[in-house]
């Protein structure tokens, strides 16, 4: 290849690093909106009638709010100080023309990893989701073994945010989506399952829903689970999925431990 290819080549893969930086913003800011809404909807509601609880619906809805809004702007702020360097990370040894494998080298979501508790992350992202859909509960089965994970908090949120997204997106009306976590006989890693009855993945994209831009979904990006997949690798873990039974979808993942 000559110089002048392989510099339209390199500019053209910088290009669409840069889009695609831009979409995975996008789509990270767009999943906390509903959590944060929801809780601003509650608090009015107990407002206006005067609820006895009243204090502690505040409490929490302030507490969700004040906290995905500062992670967000952790995640703009992160992305306009790239900007401003303006030299977006980009995969050399991508295969041109061929559809991504996975995203490229998004330093957005760099790890900061620390022994943190795994189950504190868990609740949290379930207490968010809790009552976005009226007929979905949401139960954990959580193994009292698994205690401190060497995990950035905010980025394993995001895995399990999309997770639990994906799998209320799955069950539609009414169902059951389970988070149950499992530490490895030997000690040396915990498994993570989020299991739903919905329907289950759809056959004809089963072998590729972890690539991004596969989605099934009208106005879905297909980003989730590329990132679901990006974050978990980069914890030196694995993400997979098979059947739920009787029906459904099973996300397991492993995460190493020390
Ligand atoms: N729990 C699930 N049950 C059934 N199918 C699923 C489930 N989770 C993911 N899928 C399938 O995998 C596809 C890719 O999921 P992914 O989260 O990457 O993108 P998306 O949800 O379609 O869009 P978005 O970018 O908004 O997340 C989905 O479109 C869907 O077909
Ligand atoms: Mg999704």
């Known amino acids: 290849m000559v110089f002048d290819d392989l510099t339209a080549l390199i500019s053209a893969q910088r290009a669409e690093a840069w889009r695609e930086m831009a979409r995975v913003v996008a789509h990270e800011i767009k999943n906390p909106l509903t959590p944060i809404q929801l809780s601003a909807q509650r608090m009015r509601r107990k407002f206006e009638k005067n609820a006895p609880d009243f204090p502690k619906v505040f409490d929490d809805a302030t507490n969700t709010i004040i906290h995905e809004v500062a992670q967000m702007k952790n995640l703009v702020d992160k992305f306009s100080q790239l900007a401003r360097k303006g030299d977006a990370p980009f995969d050399e040894t991508r295969p041109p023309g061929e559809g991504p494998e996975s995203l490229s080298d998004i330093s957005l979501l760099e790890l900061a990893p620390a022994p943190a508790p795994l189950h504190?992350?868990?609740?949290?992202?379930?207490?968010?989701?809790?009552?976005?859909?009226?007929?979905?509960?949401?139960?954990?089965?959580?193994?009292?073994?698994?205690?401190?994970?060497?995990?950035?908090?905010?980025?394993?949120?995001?895995?399990?945010?999309?997770?639990?997204?994906?799998?209320?997106?799955?069950i539609g009306e009414e169902g059951t989506v389970r988070l149950s976590t499992k530490r490895a006989g030997d000690g040396r890693s915990v498994t993570v399952t989020v299991a739903d009855d919905g329907p289950g993945v759809a056959p004809e994209v089963a072998d590729r829903i972890f690539r991004p831009y596969v989605s099934t979904k009208p106005t879905g990006a297909g980003l989730g689970l590329a990132i679901v997949a990006r974050i978990v690798e980069d914890h030196g873990g694995t993400v997979s999925v098979t059947n739920n039974d009787p029906t459904g979808a099973r996300f397991t993942l492993t995460l190493p431990l020390g």
């Open 120 to 170: 504190d992350v868990i609740e949290e992202v379930v207490n968010l989701y809790r009552d976005t859909t009226p007929g979905v509960e949401l139960v954990t089965d959580l193994d009292p073994a698994v205690d401190l994970v060497n995990i950035d908090t905010e980025q394993i949120k995001r895995v399990f945010a999309n997770l639990v997204k994906n799998a209320i997106d799955a």
